[in-house]
C-alpha cells in the first residue's frame, strides 16, 4: 500500500506540466501503392538518382541516401510563386513566363534521373506551368524511369489541404500540411496553396502521352496515384 | 546555435565582404558576405544566420543557418538549420537537416570505408 507522502508526490507528478509537455500533434499517413512499385526499384539497384520535387525533407533524404542513392531536391511548388515570373501577354492578360521558369529550374542533363517524385505538384502549380514542366521532366528522365505524382479525384475546393509526403518506410508516407509564401517574401505571408484544378483520367493521360507507359492506383482518401515509365 | 567565442574560431563579422579564395587551418565562422572559394580541409565552417556564401566550399564540417550558393563538400559532416537556404550540391558522409530548412540541389551520402552510413536526421 502507498504510503501518503508516495501519494502526494503523484499528484504532485502527474499534475505538473513542467517537465511533461503537450504531445507533438501526430501527422497522418497513408500507404502508397505507387511508392511500393519505386520501392522494388530502390531496394534492387544502387546509386540510382532520384529527385524529389517537393519541399526539402529530412525524412526522403534520409530513406534514398540510406539506401545508397542520390537525391536531388527541388521544391517547384515554391518556385512557381515567384513574382518575376509574372508577365501580361499579347492581350495584357497576367501570366506566368514558363521559359524563364524553365530557364531557372529542372536544369539538369537529359537522361539523367531515374525516379522523379512529382507528388502533387500538377494540382496546386499554375496551369501555364504543368504542360512544360512535365515535358522538361520526360528530358531529364532515363528511359524506363519511373514517374509518381499524386491527383484528386474530385473537386475538394479550393482551400483543400495541400500536403508534403515524407517517405517513412517501403510504401507509407507520412503527410504534412504545407504553406509556402513566394520566393524573398517574409515566413509571416506563408498560406495554403490553392488547389488549381481536377486532372480527369483522360487529361492526365493527355498530360504524360509521350511517356511508355500509365497506371492509376485509386486510393480511399480521394487521391488517385499515377505510375508512369519514361 | 549562437556565434561562437571568437577566441575558438576565426570570425567574420556580418560587414565584412570577402572577394576571393579563403583557406585556413582553423575553425571559421563567417556572418559576412564571402564570395569566391573556401577551404578549410580539416576545419569546420559555420554560416551563421546573417552569413551569405556565394562560393564551393570544402571543409570537415559545415553547419549553415543562413544563405550558401554553391557545392559544399564536407569530408565529416553538414548540418542545415532551420534557417538555412542552400543552392547547390551537398557531398558528406553525415547529414542532418532542421524542419524548415531550404535546399535546392543534390545530397550524395558517401560512405567512409568500413563504416556504415549515418543518414540524414531532422
Same mark, same amino acid.
Given at each position: 500500500?502507498?504510503?501518503?507522502?508516495?501519494?502526494?508526490?503523484?499528484?504532485?507528478?502527474?499534475?505538473?506540466?513542467?517537465?511533461?509537455?503537450?504531445?507533438?500533434?501526430?501527422?497522418?499517413?497513408?500507404?502508397?501503392?505507387?511508392?511500393?512499385?519505386?520501392?522494388?526499384?530502390?531496394?534492387?539497384?544502387?546509386?540510382?538518382?532520384?529527385?524529389?520535387?517537393?519541399?526539402?525533407?529530412?525524412?526522403?533524404?534520409?530513406?534514398?541516401?540510406?539506401?545508397?542513392?542520390?537525391?536531388?531536391?527541388?521544391?517547384?511548388?515554391?518556385?512557381?510563386?515567384?513574382?518575376?515570373?509574372?508577365?501580361?501577354?499579347? @492581350?495584357?492578360?497576367?501570366?506566368?513566363?514558363? %521559359? *524563364?521558369?524553365?530557364?531557372?529550374?529542372? /536544369?539538369?542533363? $537529359?537522361? =539523367?534521373?531515374?525516379?522523379?517524385?512529382?507528388?502533387?505538384?500538377?494540382?496546386?502549380?499554375?496551369?501555364?506551368?504543368?504542360?512544360?514542366?512535365?515535358?522538361?521532366?520526360?528530358?531529364?528522365?532515363?528511359?524506363?524511369?519511373?514517374?509518381?505524382?499524386?491527383?484528386?479525384?474530385?473537386?475538394?475546393?479550393?482551400?483543400?489541404?495541400?500536403?508534403?509526403?515524407?517517405?517513412?518506410?517501403?510504401?507509407?508516407?507520412?503527410?504534412?500540411?504545407?504553406?509556402?509564401? @513566394?520566393?524573398?517574401?517574409?515566413?509571416?505571408? %506563408? *498560406?495554403?496553396?490553392?488547389?488549381?484544378? /481536377?486532372?480527369? $483520367?483522360? =487529361?492526365?493521360?493527355?498530360?504524360?502521352?509521350?511517356?511508355?507507359?500509365?497506371?492509376?492506383?485509386?486510393?480511399?482518401?480521394?487521391?488517385?496515384?499515377?505510375?508512369?515509365?519514361? | 546555435?549562437?556565434?561562437?567565442?571568437?577566441?575558438?574560431?576565426?570570425?567574420?563579422?556580418?560587414?565584412?565582404?570577402?572577394?576571393?579564395?579563403?583557406?585556413?587551418?582553423?575553425?571559421?565562422?563567417?556572418?559576412?558576405?564571402?564570395?569566391?572559394?573556401?577551404?578549410?580541409?580539416?576545419?569546420?565552417?559555420?554560416?551563421?544566420?546573417?552569413?551569405?556564401?556565394?562560393?564551393?566550399?570544402?571543409?570537415?564540417?559545415?553547419?549553415?543557418?543562413?544563405?550558401?550558393?554553391?557545392?559544399?563538400?564536407?569530408?565529416?559532416?553538414?548540418?542545415?538549420?532551420?534557417?538555412?537556404?542552400?543552392?547547390?550540391?551537398?557531398?558528406?558522409?553525415?547529414?542532418?537537416?532542421?524542419?524548415?530548412?531550404?535546399?535546392?540541389?543534390?545530397?550524395?551520402?558517401?560512405?567512409?570505408?568500413?563504416?556504415?552510413?549515418?543518414?540524414?536526421?531532422?
Amino acid at each position: 500500500m502507498a504510503s501518503v507522502s508516495d501519494n502526494v508526490m503523484k499528484f504532485f507528478r502527474s499534475s505538473s506540466n513542467q517537465t511533461v509537455g503537450p504531445a507533438a500533434p501526430k501527422k497522418p499517413t497513408r500507404r502508397s501503392s505507387g511508392m511500393g512499385e519505386i520501392s522494388r526499384l530502390l531496394n534492387s539497384e544502387e546509386g540510382l538518382c532520384v529527385l524529389d520535387m517537393g519541399a526539402t525533407s529530412a525524412s526522403n533524404i534520409r530513406f534514398f541516401t540510406g539506401k545508397g542513392h542520390k537525391i536531388y531536391s527541388e521544391d517547384l511548388l515554391w518556385s512557381s510563386l515567384d513574382p518575376a515570373l509574372r508577365i501580361q501577354d499579347s @492581350a495584357g492578360n497576367p501570366v506566368l513566363d514558363s %521559359k *524563364k521558369f524553365l530557364d531557372e529550374n529542372l /536544369v539538369y542533363p $537529359n537522361a =539523367h534521373f531515374d525516379v522523379v517524385l512529382c507528388w502533387n505538384l500538377p494540382d496546386y502549380m499554375e496551369e501555364s506551368l504543368v504542360k512544360p514542366t512535365i515535358d522538361r521532366l520526360w528530358s531529364v528522365m532515363k528511359p524506363g524511369g519511373f514517374l509518381l505524382a499524386f491527383f484528386h479525384t474530385r473537386d475538394a475546393g479550393p482551400d483543400s489541404i495541400c500536403y508534403r509526403y515524407h517517405v517513412t518506410a517501403t510504401d507509407l508516407l507520412e503527410m504534412q500540411e504545407v504553406k509556402v509564401a @513566394a520566393p524573398g517574401r517574409p515566413a509571416s505571408e %506563408k *498560406k495554403s496553396p490553392r488547389l488549381q484544378r /481536377v486532372f480527369n $483520367n483522360r =487529361h492526365i493521360e493527355n498530360l504524360f502521352r509521350d511517356f511508355a507507359s500509365i497506371k492509376f492506383f485509386l486510393a480511399r482518401d480521394a487521391i488517385r496515384e499515377v505510375l508512369v515509365v519514361r | 546555435m549562437e556565434a561562437p567565442q571568437t577566441g575558438e574560431f576565426a570570425h567574420i563579422g556580418k560587414s565584412v565582404v570577402i572577394k576571393g579564395e579563403l583557406s585556413g587551418s582553423e575553425d571559421l565562422y563567417v556572418d559576412g558576405n564571402v564570395e569566391g572559394k573556401i577551404e578549410l580541409r580539416n576545419h569546420s565552417l559555420t554560416v551563421g544566420p546573417n552569413g551569405k556564401i556565394k562560393a564551393n566550399v570544402t571543409a570537415k564540417a559545415v553547419v549553415i543557418q543562413g544563405t550558401l550558393d554553391g557545392a559544399v563538400n564536407a569530408s565529416d559532416r553538414v548540418e542545415l538549420r532551420k534557417s538555412a537556404v542552400v543552392t547547390g550540391d551537398l557531398t558528406t558522409q553525415r547529414i542532418a537537416i532542421e524542419e524548415g530548412a531550404f535546399l535546392k540541389g543534390k545530397v550524395e551520402v558517401q560512405k567512409e570505408a568500413g563504416k556504415s552510413v549515418a543518414p540524414a536526421s531532422s
